[in-house]
């Protein structure tokens, strides 16, 4: 158990719909990271928060946004869902913006399926 | 883009050494290169990471050439629990943070 929880484990939608993801990152730690896994892939990183502030964009789709609260837990909010967007959401949290050390710990997950 | 290159799958003998070899050819000389691995669909989990020195954890070590454009993971006396994908990523440098840069990884499947 790394510490990190994300919920839903399974969410079952749409096309066209909206839903949101949650993460609650390690006590303690003040980075969150999002990922998206497609089948058989490695993991594409969306986005990064660190204390409440966006500090790293990766291959987020416009359709997508995040946020980081004052309690330091995040949501992923995914809109107008397509079929690709079937997918594993991974959130990770690490203490630290920037170190030698950046060890990130991961949730497990929640899997997306848009019919 | 993934910096990293790796064989799709490897087989390894339980009990045995599971050596995982990576290409990072375009690496630079400040950017870390890190081992995660996921078992099943589950969160990847932490490995071991270096710079330019040999690194040794409880779980394995990590062999990074002179060049530094490659590298290969060691889990000594490998599992069954051992299988998984394992990723060798690129930590690039991003403004005022660090980013993992995640490849496809390599499927590694231990046999009895």
């Known amino acids: 158990d790394s510490g990190v929880t994300q919920t839903p484990k399974h969410l079952i939608t749409a096309t066209g719909q909206r839903v949101t993801l949650r993460c609650s990152p390690r006590?303690?730690?003040?980075?969150v990271y999002w990922y998206q896994q497609s089948l058989d892939q490695g993991l594409q990183f969306l986005i990064q928060?660190?204390?409440?502030?966006?500090?790293a964009k990766g291959n987020i789709l416009e359709r997508f946004s995040a946020q980081q609260f004052p309690d330091l837990h995040s949501e992923l909010n995914l809109s107008s869902l397509e079929l690709g967007d079937s997918a594993l959401y991974f959130c990770?949290?690490?203490?630290?913006?920037?170190?030698?050390?950046?060890?990130?710990?991961f949730g497990p997950g929640t899997r997306l399926t848009v019919l | 883009d993934a910096k990293t290159t790796q064989p799709p799958s490897m087989d390894c003998a339980e009990g045995r050494a599971a050596n995982l070899p990576c290409n990072h050819s375009?690496?630079?000389?400040?950017?870390?290169v890190y081992w995660y691995r996921q078992i099943h669909s589950q969160g990847p989990q932490y490995i071991i990471h270096?710079?330019?020195?040999?690194e040794t954890n409880e779980m394995a070590s990590l062999i990074i050439t002179e060049d530094r454009k490659s590298s290969t993971l060691i889990l000594p006396h490998a599992t069954l629990r051992d299988t998984a994908v394992y990723y060798c990523?690129?930590?690039?440098?991003?403004?005022?943070?660090?980013?993992?840069?995640w490849g496809a990884g390599t499927k590694l499947i231990i046999k009895p």
């Open positions: 990770a949290s690490s203490v630290e913006l920037s170190s030698s050390y950046n060890e990130q710990f």
């Open positions: 006590s303690g730690d003040l980075s």
């Open positions: 928060y660190y204390n409440g502030e966006e500090r």
């Open positions: 375009t690496i630079s000389g400040n950017e870390y």
């Open positions: 270096g710079l330019k020195n040999n």
């Open positions: 990523i690129v930590r690039v440098a991003y403004l005022s943070n660090y980013q993992l840069i």
